[in-house]
């Protein structure tokens, strides 16, 4: 996340990750010292320092949350207990971070990695004081990531940096500690338009242009310190203000009804902040704090404590996640039946195209019984995958890998009812299934984004299925809700592209209903929203088959109602548009079939042989190439979605495939250009 100039060096390094190179393999730790685990509500301390630092630790932590819940007005909740790895000793500390973030990590305190399957925090023992206020930082960031489906930015990074100023002094903690460099900033430039910064998004320059952060940080800053410690009843008010935003409130509108004023006069309040000679932290006292004690230490098996170092370099999207495997392949030396690492390890045979070395260690995990839901949710993921790469959404016979996948997300869900990467994995089952009720799969959604508000996966396909349900309105929420308003500038990328592929998913729920308007508007609502050229090219050519198909079904129904010369002029006018040629030819038919009946039996009372609607109707034979067109664009996409996920291989078995035997001209050769560049991605000739 971006921070003004100054931060602390753990986010200096997670910038330097976006570029960080294939990090080198990390060599097994010598066994040193034996390493603990402690566990609190909210956290899993993995240790080998002594035990006390590591209760220690949990216990601050702990604290942090507790205070959290006592001074901000929303739900400091995670999901998942965060992984914290405290290193008994600095060398120890950046021989891992190293290997997790590709670089030296020389000189760092900590380092922050958030993934698809947790949150993980790396600290050194040595320097735990000196990390504190950049993992306080980042875990704001996390806790109110999962605590509100919209957080405005100005609170969100003003909370973190609110909270940045955590400490434990004495029996008391101490939060909200006036930021000298904030305040001289502020008094020296003078503050924001607070309209301005009320209205400030992840795509704003205040937020994105290097020059203008500091000035939007110091005063997000500003006003959260307001709220919270400076305003009488400023929390509550914070509070209405939230609650109003959830609704769909304007923020000008949010802020004088909750704050009973507008943000001009707002700000005249915050200018008189500034000037205070004295601005005053919290103290909490820690008896006072809803904190439970946690377990005393338990001593981990190495075996186990390799696999768990192993879990953060697999799942964070910046690291290179091979750097574990020798940790993995000693893990399964010591303990050959260790569901944790033998699912990762299969995990990482997956994302190499190795299905089936991968399909073997699976089964070795799943046959180990494991206690927890992770090894059986890495294994529906790569069925999963697979499952997309096969079907890309389309409608035909659902795959045993589906089934298998269904069958592991509701393992898991017995063995943690809150697991949200089995709850997105049960209704992603759905998404890829066929002539079944939708519904659960739906619930499944809901209650995903329910504990987990950013996961815009789950937002995506939730979006979809509603879509495929016939409830484009709460489609298009759900993108608004959770995708649109992402802290993550690529998962806002996303929200074209998706909003097309909603409405595409509303337009081939309309052709198959037989409603043609309704199809043609959603066709045309997905091609003002894709950015996609490929995509564009698709829809036009099926709005164009959609309406010859709906003129030529026009023709049909004349015949069938007895007027053929009506049907024959319509037909003979159609003729000269067509360009796809299988309804040429199908017009073609007709038209002769009219012109060779007797014209005696060709009036408006006497029907020759009228066209059954039955599956070998013209009707119908249209009906089923606007399905195939429009399951063949869907693989597509998926190939191109795959690609961009650099899944190269997974995309490159549906281009081939649709380049091969695609019935729709324009997707077979967009498919064989993609075939293409993918093959010269993969022979490394790009």
Not at 424 to 440: F, H, K, Q, R, W
Not at 541 to 561: E, G, P, V, W
Request: glycine fraction near 6%; aromatic fraction near 6%; proline fraction near 6%.
């Amino acid at each position: 996340m971006a921070r003004s100039e100054g931060a602390a060096s753990l986010t200096l390094l997670l910038g330097v990750l976006l570029v960080a190179g294939p990090a080198a393999a990390l060599d097994v730790p010598p066994l040193r010292r034996a390493w603990v685990a402690v566990e609190t509500p909210h956290f899993l301390v993995n240790s080998d320092a002594r035990p006390g630092k590591a209760r220690e630790v949990a216990v601050d932590l702990e604290r942090m949350v507790a205070a959290m819940a006592q001074v901000v007005p929303l739900a400091a909740r995670s999901y998942l207990p965060t992984q914290v790895y405290l290193f008994a000793s600095d060398a120890e500390f950046e021989d891992y971070c190293a290997a997790a973030a590709g670089r030296s990590c020389s000189g760092l305190a900590g380092l922050f990695l958030p993934g698809q399957y947790g949150d993980y925090l790396l600290v050194s023992g040595d320097r735990s004081e000196e990390a504190r206020a950049v993992a306080c930082h980042e875990l704001t960031h996390a806790l109110v990531r999962d605590g509100l489906s919209y957080v405005p930015v100005w609170l969100n990074e003003g909370l973190a940096d609110f909270w940045g100023s955590f400490s434990v002094v004495g029996k008391d903690v101490r939060i909200g500690r006036p930021d000298e460099g904030h305040l001289a900033l502020l008094r020296r430039q003078g503050l924001l338009p607070l309209a301005t910064v009320l209205d400030v998004t992840y795509d704003s320059p205040e937020y994105n242009v290097p020059a203008r952060r500091p000035a939007f940080y110091a005063q997000a800053w500003l006003l959260t310190h307001y709220l919270l410690l400076g305003k009488p009843d400023g929390r509550a008010m914070l509070g209405r203000y939230l609650a109003l935003l959830q609704t769909g409130e304007g923020r000008e509108a949010a802020c004088r009804a909750a704050f009973g004023e507008s943000s001009e006069d707002l700000n005249k309040e915050l200018y008189g902040y500034t000037q205070r000679s004295r601005m005053s932290a919290m103290g909490l006292p820690i008896a006072k704090l809803a904190v439970a004690e946690p377990g005393e230490p338990r001593p981990l098996p190495r075996a186990d404590i390799l696999a768990r170092l192993a879990q953060p370099i697999f799942d964070c999207p910046r690291c290179d996640p091979q750097a574990c495997r020798p940790l993995l392949d000693e893990a399964r030396r010591l303990a050959p039946t260790s569901p944790l690492a033998t699912a990762i390890l299969a995990a990482l045979q997956a994302r190499s195209g190795n299905d089936r070395e991968a399909a073997a260690l699976f089964r070795e995990a799943a046959g180990a019984r494991p206690a927890q839901a992770l090894p059986l949710v890495l294994e529906q993921d790569a069925l999963l995958r697979q499952a997309e790469a096969l079907t890309a959404g389309s409608v035909g016979r659902t795959l045993p890998q589906v089934v298998r996948a269904r069958e592991l997300a509701q393992a898991a869900l017995t063995l943690e009812p809150a697991s949200v990467p089995a709850l997105i994995g049960l209704g992603t089952t759905y998404l890829l299934s066929s002539g079944e009720d939708v519904a659960p799969g739906i619930r499944a959604l809901e209650r995903a984004l329910d504990l987990a508000p950013a996961r815009a996966d789950a937002a995506a396909t939730l979006a979809q299925l509603l879509a495929r349900s016939g409830e484009p309105a709460r489609a298009d929420a759900v993108v608004q809700r959770f995708v649109a308003n992402s802290p993550d500038p690529k998962v806002r990328a996303q929200v074209p592209e998706l909003r097309s592929t909603v409405a595409l998913a509303t337009a081939s729920l309309a052709a198959a209903q037989g409603r043609s308007g309704d199809a043609a508007k959603g066709f045309e609502a997905a091609l003002a929203t894709t950015n996609d050229p490929a995509r564009k090219r698709w829809i036009r050519d099926a709005l164009k088959r959609l309406r010859d198909t709906s003129d030529f079904t026009a023709a049909i129904d004349l015949y069938n109602h007895g007027d053929a010369p009506a049907a024959l002029a319509a037909v003979e006018k159609l003729l000269p548009t067509l360009t796809d040629p299988s309804l040429r030819a199908e017009a073609v038919s007709l038209r002769d079939r009219i012109t060779s009946a007797a014209p005696g039996r060709r009036g408006e009372a006497e029907v020759i042989e009228q066209v059954a609607p039955g599956p070998d109707s013209y009707r119908a034979r249209a009906q089923k190439r606007e399905a195939d067109a429009q399951r063949e664009a869907e693989r597509y996409n998926q190939a191109v979605a795959l690609a961009n996920r650099k899944e190269f291989s997974a995309a490159l078995v549906i281009a081939e495939d649709l380049a091969a035997h695609a019935t729709n001209a324009t997707v077979r050769t967009a498919a064989s250009g993609l075939r293409d560049r993918l093959r010269d991605y993969i022979a490394g000739r790009r």
